[in-house]
């Protein structure tokens, strides 16, 4: 029979799972990004948000609400010089780098027909090159540490396509993320750093005003209540619950992992 103190002791653990350790977490500021980054602070983490806006950036950090443990920078990760500057001011600021999320991106549509180039040049700049150069930057600390985590944000159009989404180059941009995954899981698990991806379905997030316009995000979201078979869109919540636990050292024996967060659609 367990005592008082023990289910207390018990509490505290499952409270403190990231307790020293660091994470940086792109697209920090909003949506999924900052409900995860939420996470890691009730988790003990101390915590890096990186973003394009200051301001959003700002409000952020505030709304966090654990000052002392987290940060912002402002980055655009496509750059290589923004992206090797902003782990280096991670590890300035805290130490070390344990965990990276990379969850920035955007979604540019359409139909192929009607796609400008530079929407696709776009997608795969932000999306897939953005992913790539947080990697390579953060990798070294992360070795350096003794190992660590990496969670790459996919998308379920990564592996299933959608008859009212064309989006063949935000697709292929997330697809692509897969392939990193997979191959850098491979690469650095001889230093025990984990690489796993998740992959999100229709979530409430800012990013549904790049798939319709403001005034038709409640229909979309209504349509999403049939097309998941849990009967609903999904919270940032559901997916930074998912990232959570793929970045929680006692998982230490998942690596190269694509897990769909997306109330079932990828299997219908």
Same mark, same amino acid.
């Given at each position: *029979?367990?005592?008082? &103190?023990?289910?207390?002791?018990?509490?505290?653990? $499952?409270? /403190? =799972?990231?307790?020293?350790?660091? %994470? +940086?977490?792109?697209?920090?500021?909003?949506?999924?990004?900052?409900?995860?980054?939420?996470?890691?602070?009730?988790?003990?983490?101390?915590?890096?948000?990186?973003?394009?806006?200051?301001?959003?950036?700002?409000?952020?950090?505030?709304?966090?609400?654990?000052?002392?443990?987290?940060?912002?920078? *402002?980055?655009?990760? &496509?750059?290589?010089?923004?992206?090797?500057?902003? $782990?280096? /001011? =991670?590890?300035?600021?805290?130490? %070390? +780098?344990?965990?990276?999320?990379?969850?920035?991106?955007?979604?540019?549509?359409?139909?192929?027909?009607?796609?400008?180039?530079?929407?696709?040049?776009?997608?795969?700049?932000?999306?897939?090159?953005?992913?790539?150069?947080?990697?390579?930057?953060?990798?070294?600390?992360?070795?350096?540490?003794?190992?660590?985590?990496?969670?790459?944000?996919?998308?379920?159009?990564?592996?299933?396509?959608?008859?009212?989404?064309?989006?063949?180059?935000?697709?292929?941009?997330?697809?692509?993320?897969?392939?990193?995954?997979?191959?850098?899981?491979?690469?650095?698990?001889?230093?025990?750093?984990?690489?796993?991806?998740?992959?999100?379905?229709?979530?409430?997030?800012?990013?549904?005003?790049?798939?319709?316009?403001?005034?038709?995000?409640?229909?979309?979201?209504?349509?999403?209540?049939?097309?998941?078979?849990?009967?609903?869109?999904?919270?940032?919540?559901?997916?930074?619950?998912?990232?959570?636990?793929?970045?929680?050292?006692?998982?230490?024996?998942?690596?190269?992992?694509?897990?769909?967060?997306?109330?079932?659609?990828?299997?219908?």
């Amino acid at each position: *029979m367990c005592s008082s &103190s023990d289910k207390d002791k018990d509490k505290d653990i $499952v409270g /403190n =799972t990231l307790q020293g350790q660091t %994470a +940086l977490i792109t697209g920090g500021a909003s949506g999924i990004g900052l409900s995860t980054a939420q996470l890691f602070v009730e988790e003990g983490a101390n915590v890096v948000i990186a973003g394009r806006r200051t301001d959003a950036l700002d409000k952020a950090v505030h709304n966090l609400g654990a000052p002392e443990r987290v940060r912002s920078f *402002m980055a655009d990760v &496509s750059s290589e010089g923004h992206a090797n500057t902003l $782990v280096a /001011n =991670t590890v300035r600021a805290f130490g %070390a +780098l344990n965990i990276l999320v990379n969850n920035a991106g955007i979604f540019r549509g359409g139909p192929l027909l009607e796609m400008e180039e530079d929407d696709f040049d776009e997608n795969i700049t932000i999306n897939l090159k953005g992913t790539w150069l947080m990697c390579r930057y953060a990798a070294r600390p992360l070795i350096e540490a003794g190992g660590g985590a990496i969670i790459n944000v996919s998308s379920y159009l990564a592996i299933r396509a959608h008859h009212s989404t064309p989006a063949s180059g935000y697709a292929a941009s997330k697809a692509g993320i897969l392939g990193l995954t997979r191959s850098l899981a491979v690469e650095l698990a001889p230093y025990k750093v984990r690489v796993n991806a998740v992959l999100p379905a229709v979530v409430k997030t800012p990013m549904l005003t790049e798939l319709v316009p403001p005034e038709q995000v409640d229909a979309l979201l209504e349509r999403s209540k049939k097309a998941h078979p849990l009967g609903r869109a999904g919270e940032p919540e559901d997916v930074a619950r998912a990232i959570l636990f793929l970045a929680q050292p006692q998982n230490s024996w998942v690596t190269g992992a694509e897990l769909p967060v997306d109330g079932g659609r990828a299997v219908i």
